[in-house]
């Protein structure tokens, strides 16, 4: 489900959902690079970045949107942009559909003769066995895994565009509260305790790692669908306590309290048990090698000596 396309001419890339975790990362790692670690694709040589935040531009305001796209004649779209909170989601399904579906059809219909990257989920699955590659079919259970299901289908169908699905994502956010380490952390700072899911899955990844393979996809050419993700199968008890311990080495006085809890007993909307991710698929195409969360834990706690 890849395909090698043609990198795109210099000029402005734009970058939405910029204020955003992994948006915020893409911009971070653009600025660290030099001319000649991009080659002379899109985010190459005299490359521009324009990191699109809500104060900038409404993606739902479509009209706006198309004149921005005028002016700016960006050669590449890399859309992180989404309403994804699963519970908003389920509550205002309508809204989720607007952010995750419509807003993507438009954007991709303006880049339809340029590169165009969409960020996706590990959620379009059912978790039902884990491990799943690029071709297995999807089988959402939310509203927002729906929305994200839908989204690819629109991207697949241009041979330009790119889908990347990508499971939890940690590093630090503009705002302080988008990565699922800042969740937790923020929930410890209020002297609450976390019950995190010991028979719940996931295949969690550094925020700056997703950046940097999805700059390398784009200035590659690679276009089709990758599975982006950490190279470690992990329960969210087990997420949690690797992140407990960055924390309490970051800050001695925090109390990082978490039970073990089970989706046996759980009662909300429905969940995926086993999202992890094959991506052999990315790993050939980049000649690259998933790191470990353990790894990105290991540097956090180096960090904090």
């Keep these: 489900m890849s395909r090698q396309g043609t990198a795109p001419a210099l000029g402005p890339v734009w970058i939405t959902g910029a204020g955003g975790l992994i948006g915020h990362a893409l911009v971070q790692v653009a600025s660290e690079r030099s001319a000649t670690d991009w080659g002379t694709g899109a985010g190459g040589r005299g490359c521009s970045i324009l990191a699109l935040t809500r104060g900038i531009v409404d993606l739902t305001h479509f009209a706006a949107v198309d004149r921005l796209f005028t002016e700016e004649q960006p050669v590449g779209v890399i859309h992180c942009a989404a309403m994804s ?173 978490l039970r073990p809890a089970s989706l046996t007993h759980y009662q909300g909307a429905p969940r995926a048990p086993d999202t992890c991710l094959d991506c052999r698929r990315i790993e050939e195409t980049l000649g690259i090698k998933m790191p470990l969360f353990s790894t990105w834990i290991i540097e956090q706690l180096s960090q904090s000596k």
């Design 85 to 257: 909170k699963s519970p908003d989601c389920q509550k205002d399904p309508a809204n989720a559909r607007l952010n995750n579906v419509e807003v993507t059809r438009h954007l991709a219909d303006l880049a339809c003769e340029i590169p165009f990257l969409f960020l996706s989920t590990d959620l379009v699955f059912d978790g039902r066995r884990g491990g799943y590659s690029e071709s297995d079919p999807v089988n959402p259970l939310s509203v927002y895994a729906e929305t994200k299901a839908e989204a690819e289908q629109i991207i697949l169908s241009n041979q330009r565009h790119s889908v990347i699905r990508t499971s939890l994502n940690c590093g630090k956010s503009p705002s302080g509260h988008r990565a699922f380490n800042e969740e937790m952390r923020n929930t410890w700072q209020l002297g609450r305790t976390l019950d995190l899911f010991v028979d719940e899955f996931r295949t969690p990844i550094s925020a700056l790692e997703t950046a940097r393979n999805i700059w390398k996809l784009l200035t590659a050419g690679q276009t089709g669908l990758f599975h982006l993700a950490g190279g470690e199968r992990l329960s969210r008890y087990e997420i949690g306590l690797k992140v407990a311990e960055v924390c309490r080495k970051q800050d001695p006085s925090l109390l990082t309290s």
